[in-house]
Structure formats: structure tokens, C-alpha cells
């Protein structure tokens, strides 16, 4: 079936424009993952949805970032304001249940956001 | 709060031997302990998941191991080959569904 699917695959962008990314999980599966990575470095939790509720925001940088989940499928992170510090590999992850800790996380091939 | 740290960042074997790669984890209070492989460009590939009550799994030439008690897991990759070159991350899923990943080993296994 289908992974999670991720758009734009890459995205450059001028400073101070938003921009929106998008991550479309795998069908069913109820808690969606969005990090960031920057180059050579690890990742970074930014926020899950649980359904369309996110529990945990304290892992966005920021108020320029927000995101939001609808129908628990489709999820887009929006960047505001864009500084070049945004600039990193966008990565969005969704599993099948999150608490039961069985259900591996299944991740898409993330965005390239580039910020000039 | 959960830091996670994987011990060596970088390591380079002939093809061939045998390895181990190290994860530790400060907050023992988890559901499980996933190790995945990313390759240059790529998003990660899920290679094995450990659930909290369980001590290891096996898939194929790896086994990952889980010590809770001493907040430790180990991945085990035998006869290793040139294609298991890669970035290896493990996370922890800890309380609140936060899944904390380590900075990753760098593995090169050379022909």
C-alpha cells in the first residue's frame, strides 16, 4: 500500500514569505509525527496529533510555526515569516496507535525546505 | 525530560564483521525502543521495535536488544555488508507519545 507521502519534496523560499508543507500519512493510521533536521544534525521533535488533537506543542520552535490535522488524515505545518534558520528537512512520520507502543512509525521522504 | 544518546556517532568496519551500535536513554518510563536506518537523502526505515516488556527482537542479521532497568538497547548487525551503510537512530516512545531520537551512528562498512 502506500507510504506516507510528503509535498513539495522540495521547496526554496525567499526570507519572510510562509510557506506550507504537507503530510498525507498512511490510511488508518491515527497519530502523525512532524521533526526537523537539520544538516548533520539529529532530529528534532516538533510536534504529534493524536487523531486531530495535538497533545504536545512544546516542541515547536516558535509561534511562526503551526500545524494542524483535519479528517485525522492530511496534516500541514506551516512556517511564517521564514528565517534561514528554518531551512532544514522537514520529516513527517505517522504510526497506527501511539500508546499501546506496538505500532512502528512509518516515515515519508520528508520535505527540503531552503530558505534564501 | 528523555535524552537519548548513541554511542559511537561514526564507525567504519571491513565488510564482513560483526558489530555493535549503542543507545542509551536517561528516562526508563517507556513504551518501546525503535531502531531505524536512514540513507543519504531519505526519509528513516523502520528496522525493529522493542515494546517495554520485551527484552529483544530479531529480524533477519540484526537483533536489537532492550535493558531497561540500566536505560540501555544495543543493535546487533551480523556479517555486515556494504549495503548496511547508513545513519542508524534509535528512539525512545516515552509518556505523552513523544518519540526522542538519538543523534545517530554513522555506519561504513567498506568492501
Known amino acids: 500500500g502506500a507510504g506516507v507521502s510528503q509535498s513539495p519534496s522540495n521547496k526554496v523560499t525567499e526570507k519572510g514569505k510562509d510557506v506550507e508543507l504537507r503530510c498525507d500519512p498512511i490510511s488508518g493510521h491515527t497519530a502523525l509525527y512532524w521533526y526537523r533536521q537539520r544538516l548533520g544534525q539529529g532530529l528534532e521533535f516538533l510536534i504529534y496529533?493524536?487523531?486531530?488533537?495535538?497533545?504536545?506543542k512544546s516542541g515547536l520552535p516558535s509561534d511562526r510555526f503551526s500545524a494542524e490535522r483535519t479528517g485525522e488524515s492530511v496534516s500541514t505545518l506551516t512556517i511564517q515569516r521564514t528565517q534561514q534558520e528554518d531551512s532544514a528537512v522537514y520529516l513527517c512520520a505517522s504510526s497506527l496507535v501511539i500508546i499501546s507502543g506496538v505500532s512502528p512509525l512509518h516515515f515519508g521522504n520528508g520535505t527540503r525546505l531552503t530558505v534564501t | 525530560k528523555q535524552e537519548v544518546t548513541q554511542i559511537p556517532a561514526a564507525l567504519s568496519v571491513p565488510e564482513g564483521e560483526n558489530l555493535v551500535l549503542n543507545c542509551s536513554f536517561t528516562?526508563?518510563?517507556?513504551?518501546?525502543l525503535q531502531w531505524f536506518r536512514q540513507d543519504p537523502g531519505k526519509g528513516l526505515t523502520s528496522l525493529l521495535l522493542?515494546?517495554?516488556?520485551?527484552r529483544e527482537q530479531t529480524s533477519g542479521r540484526l537483533n536489537a536488544s532492550l535493558d531497561k532497568s540500566s536505560g540501555r538497547s544495543t543493535l546487533y548487525i551480523a556479517a555486515s555488508q556494504p549495503g548496511d551503510s547508513a545513519t542508524y537512530l534509535c528512539?525512545?516512545?516515552?509518556?505523552?507519545?513523544?518519540?526522542?531520537f538519538g543523534q545517530g551512528t554513522e555506519l561504513s562498512v567498506k568492501p
Open positions: 496529533f493524536q487523531g486531530n488533537s495535538a497533545p504536545d
Open positions: 528516562d526508563s518510563a517507556i513504551y518501546n
Open positions: 522493542i515494546q517495554s516488556s520485551q
Open positions: 528512539a525512545s516512545l516515552g509518556g505523552g507519545g513523544k518519540l526522542i
